[in-house]
């Protein structure tokens, strides 16, 4: 069964230093998303991709938070400088089409701690 | 207030039993409804949706919306230990929307 591959699962940091995450969607899946998922708290999402195109990055801290997904494919998330209240879960999830929101698939997720 | 709202539990029952767990939400513009499962240190596993009111079973599971009431409910028969996870539901106004998912409730079930 295909699933959504990412990397690292665990990444402790200090805080002002950059970290980057992975993620491989399922083949073919043309919308790509990134959450960030507090401990207790429901995932929020951070930033959509239609192909290589992003659709939706308003809850997207962009003066530490890049994002990108240069070949329609595979998609990195940038935190530069990590800040204490980054620590998280940062969920990769994918869907055959934008219109297809209701039916998203998950990575396993990075765990991020930032000291 | 935040649009979806769900009680955080943890919620503890015997093998067995009928569990019910609910959400409500505030956003009368939302039309899909979604039940997640995730298991401790691992992604969400979407369980089902529905579209607009109603129920919908699949297997030992059955998602009912009420908007009137903008209630949404998950039922699950026949609890076993493996059901033992954080149940996220979730709701967009369109298919083209994104998700607001509620906090999540935890769920133990207990041999």
Same mark, same amino acid.
């Given at each position: 069964?295909?699933?959504?591959?990412?990397?690292?699962?665990?990444?402790?940091?200090?805080?002002?230093?950059?970290?980057?995450?992975?993620?491989?969607?399922?083949?073919?899946?043309? *919308? $790509?998303?990134?959450?960030?998922?507090? =401990? !207790?708290?429901?995932?929020?999402? +951070?930033?959509?991709?239609?192909?290589? @195109?992003?659709?939706?990055?308003?809850?997207?801290?962009?003066?530490?938070?890049?994002?990108?997904?240069?070949?329609?494919?595979?998609? *990195? $998330?940038?935190?530069?400088?990590?800040? =204490? !209240?980054?620590?998280?879960?940062? +969920?990769?999830?994918?869907?055959?089409? @934008?219109?297809?929101?209701?039916?998203?698939?998950?990575?396993?997720?990075?765990?991020?701690?930032?000291? | 207030?935040?649009?979806?709202?769900?009680?955080?539990?943890?919620?503890?029952?015997?093998?067995?039993?009928?569990?019910?767990?609910?959400?409500?939400?505030?956003?009368?513009?939302?039309?899909?409804?979604?039940?997640?499962?995730?298991?401790?240190?691992?992604?969400?596993?979407?369980?089902?949706?529905?579209?607009?009111?109603?129920?919908?079973?699949?297997?030992?599971?059955?998602?009912?919306?009420?908007?009137?009431?903008?209630?949404?409910?998950?039922?699950?028969?026949?609890?076993?230990?493996?059901?033992?996870?954080?149940?996220?539901?979730?709701?967009?106004?369109?298919?083209?929307?994104?998700?607001?998912?509620?906090?999540?409730?935890?769920?133990?079930?207990?041999?």
């Amino acid at each position: 069964e295909a699933e959504v591959a990412q990397s690292p699962r665990y990444k402790i940091t200090e805080k002002s230093q950059a970290v980057a995450f992975w993620c491989d969607p399922i083949s073919g899946h043309a *919308t $790509l998303y990134w959450y960030r998922q507090i =401990l !207790g708290q429901g995932p929020e999402l +951070l930033v959509q991709f239609q192909d290589e @195109s992003v659709v939706d990055d308003s809850q997207l801290p962009k003066d530490r938070f890049s994002a990108e997904r240069l070949k329609g494919v595979d998609s *990195t $998330l940038k935190i530069q400088p990590a800040e =204490l !209240g980054d620590s998280a879960m940062y +969920l990769c999830a994918s869907s055959p089409s @934008s219109a297809a929101q209701v039916t998203q698939y998950f990575g396993p997720g990075t765990r991020l701690l930032v000291l | 207030q935040k649009e979806v709202e769900q009680d955080p539990g943890p919620l503890s029952v015997p093998e067995g039993a009928i569990v019910s767990l609910n959400c409500t939400y505030s956003n009368s513009a939302f039309q899909y409804f979604m039940w997640y499962r995730q298991y401790s240190r691992k992604g969400p596993e979407l369980l089902m949706y529905t579209y607009s009111s109603g129920n919908k079973e699949d297997g030992r599971f059955t998602a009912q919306v009420d908007k009137s009431s903008k209630y949404i409910s998950l039922f699950i028969r026949d609890s076993q230990p493996s059901d033992s996870a954080t149940y996220l539901c979730a709701a967009a106004s369109g298919g083209y929307n994104k998700l607001i998912f509620g906090a999540g409730t935890r769920l133990a079930v207990h041999p």
